[in-house]
């Protein structure tokens, strides 16, 4: 299992020119919950050259499906129409899990998202993380017992001042 390294997988989308929005527990991480998260979710833009680059961008990070039997993952091929015709991808990479929502609960994907998202300068790469206002949408949607249980941290950095 690849030790989890999500600004190695943030740089290699970066590097690949791919339009993307971090979500989930990472982009919680970013807005300041001291929440830990084990993957690096993203909504990518559904565009046909955005999804040809996200899939040589899965070329280098080594990316196959995610899956319990298997700790490597399952080897997969892949390419821009192949990953736009599936809505959510859990895989694995060289730097740990990431997964791919086109349409995380309660939102509308990447454009919804993009609208309110902020670029950020973490220490070794910059990206687009989803507002903290979305981040709590989606996660309210979702209704998971893991999500019900950040809730109230994520809550209180927006209360705090945050103003996304």
């Known amino acids: 299992m690849a030790e989890f390294a999500p600004e ?22 970013i807005h300041g919950s001291p929440n830990g998260t084990s993957d690096v979710d993203i909504t990518p833009d559904e565009g046909r050259d955005n999804l040809r680059r996200l899939s040589g961008a899965l070329d280098e990070l ?6 319990a039997g298997e700790p490597a993952g399952v080897p997969f091929r892949h390419d821009g129409p ?7 991808w859990n895989l694995t990479t060289r730097f740990g899990d990431l997964d791919i929502s086109f349409e995380p609960s309660g939102t509308r994907g990447y454009d919804d998202l993009a609208a309110r998202a902020l ?4 220490p070794q790469v910059e990206t687009t993380v989803a507002a903290l206002s979305d981040v709590i949408r989606s996660k309210e ?9 950040t809730l109230p941290t994520l809550r209180r950095i927006l209360e705090e001042g945050n103003p996304t």
Do not use: C, M, P, W
């Not at 192949?82 to 959510?88: D, H, T």
């Not at 670029?119 to 973490?122: A, E, N, Q």
């Not at 949607?141 to 249980?149: E, N, P, S, V, W």
């Open 8 to 29: 190695e997988i943030l740089k290699v989308l970066e590097a690949h020119a791919v339009r993307y929005v971090v979500i989930g527990g990472f982009a919680g991480i």
């Open 62 to 67: 080594e990316a196959n499906i995610r899956t």
């Open 82 to 88: 192949s990953l736009g015709a599936v809505r959510i």
């Open 119 to 122: 670029r950020v300068r973490l």
């Open 141 to 149: 949607a979702a209704g998971r017992l893991k999500d019900q249980l």
